[in-house]
C-alpha cells in the first residue's frame, strides 16, 4: 500500500476498473474488437489502445514516433490528435498482442502505485497533451475517473453491464459533481437566486441541489430543495454518459424527467458534457 493514504481510494479505483476491462477483453474474438463505442470514430480496440497509451505515458514510457492517416473524421484539433497516435498505432495490433500489452502494462503500473512514496501534491507530466503538470493526486484521480468511463463504454459495446457501483463509478460521480455548478450558474446561465435539484437513482442513489447565489456563483449541496426552480430526475448512467459526452440529451429524453422551468432545464442538460 501507498505510505500516503489520500492516493489510495484512487489507486483502488483505478486497480478495480482496469482489471474489469482485462477480463472483459480476454476471452473476445478477433472481430469483437471492431465492435463500435460511443466514442466518436473508436472501436473496443481503440478505447483498450487508448487506456493503455495513458498508462504507458504514465510510466515514462517515450511517445511512438507516428503519422496519422488524413481521414480520421474524429480528429478535429491538437488535444484530440494527439491523443489518437497512441489508438492509431494500435489498430494493426491482434487480439492477441492487445491483451498481452494490456496485462503487462497492468502489471507495471500496479507495480509503480504499490512503490509510490512521493507527496500527494508533487508536481507529475500530465501525458494528455496539455503541456501542464498535475499534482500526482489529481492525476491519479483523473487517471481512476478515465479508465472507470472507459469500462462503461466497453460494457455497453458488448452488451456486459456492471460496476455501476464499483469504486470507480463512486469517484466519478464525485469527480463529475464538482464540475456541476459551473454548468448550471456560468454555462447554462441559472439567474441568482435559482435552485436545481439533480435526484439520481439506480445503482448509484444521489440528491444534489446547485444553489445560484447573488452574484451568479452556484454551489453545491446535498439538502432538500423546497420549490426548487427546476428538477432533473434521471438514472445514474445515463447520468454518466451525459455528462462525460456520451449521447446527446435528445437521445435519452425519455430516461431524464423534468419539472419545473423546463427551459433552463434544457439549457442545463446542452451544457452538461464536461469531458473533452
Given amino acids: 500500500m501507498t505510505v500516503h493514504p489520500s492516493l489510495q481510494p484512487a489507486i483502488d479505483a ?34 483498450v489502445s487508448h487506456v493503455i497509451g495513458v498508462e504507458c505515458e504514465m510510466l515514462g514510457e517515450p511517445r511512438p514516433m507516428h503519422t496519422l492517416p488524413r481521414d480520421l473524421y474524429h480528429v478535429t484539433d491538437e488535444f484530440s490528435r494527439y491523443i489518437e497516435v497512441q489508438v492509431d498505432v494500435r489498430r494493426c495490433h491482434t487480439a492477441l498482442e492487445m491483451t498481452s500489452e494490456l496485462e ?11 512503490n509510490e512514496t512521493r507527496s500527494p501534491q508533487a508536481p507529475v507530466r500530465w501525458p494528455l497533451g496539455s503541456g501542464n503538470e498535475q499534482t500526482l493526486e489529481r492525476a491519479l484521480t483523473i487517471r481512476a475517473f478515465d479508465v472507470w468511463t ?14 455501476l457501483d464499483s469504486p470507480g463509478a463512486a469517484l466519478t460521480r464525485d469527480f463529475l459533481l464538482l464540475a456541476l455548478p459551473k454548468v448550471v450558474a456560468k454555462d447554462a446561465g441559472a439567474p441568482a437566486g435559482a435552485a436545481v ?33 427546476a428538477t432533473l430526475a434521471l438514472d445514474w448512467e445515463t447520468y454518466a454518459r ?31 458534457a464536461v469531458t473533452p
Fill in 197 to 229: 435539484v439533480f435526484d439520481v437513482h439506480g445503482p448509484l442513489e444521489f440528491l444534489r441541489t446547485v444553489r445560484i447565489d447573488g452574484q451568479g456563483r452556484g454551489a453545491i449541496d446535498s439538502s432538500v430543495s423546497l420549490g426548487p426552480t
Fill in 104 to 114: 503487462y502494462t497492468i502489471i507495471r503500473r500496479s507495480r509503480q502505485l504499490r
Fill in 242 to 272: 451525459l455528462a462525460c459526452g456520451r449521447v446527446r440529451p435528445d437521445a435519452v429524453a425519455d430516461r431524464v424527467r423534468i419539472e419545473g422551468e423546463t427551459g433552463l432545464a434544457a439549457a442545463i442538460l446542452r451544457e452538461f
Fill in 14 to 47: 483505478w486497480t478495480h476498473s482496469i482489471e474489469a476491462i482485462n477480463e472483459l477483453v480476454r476471452p473476445l474474438a478477433e472481430n469483437e474488437w471492431n465492435r463500435a463505442t460511443e466514442c466518436p470514430g473508436w472501436s473496443v480496440r481503440d478505447v
Fill in 150 to 163: 472507459h469500462e462503461q463504454d466497453l460494457r455497453r459495446a458488448l452488451g456486459k453491464p456492471g460496476n
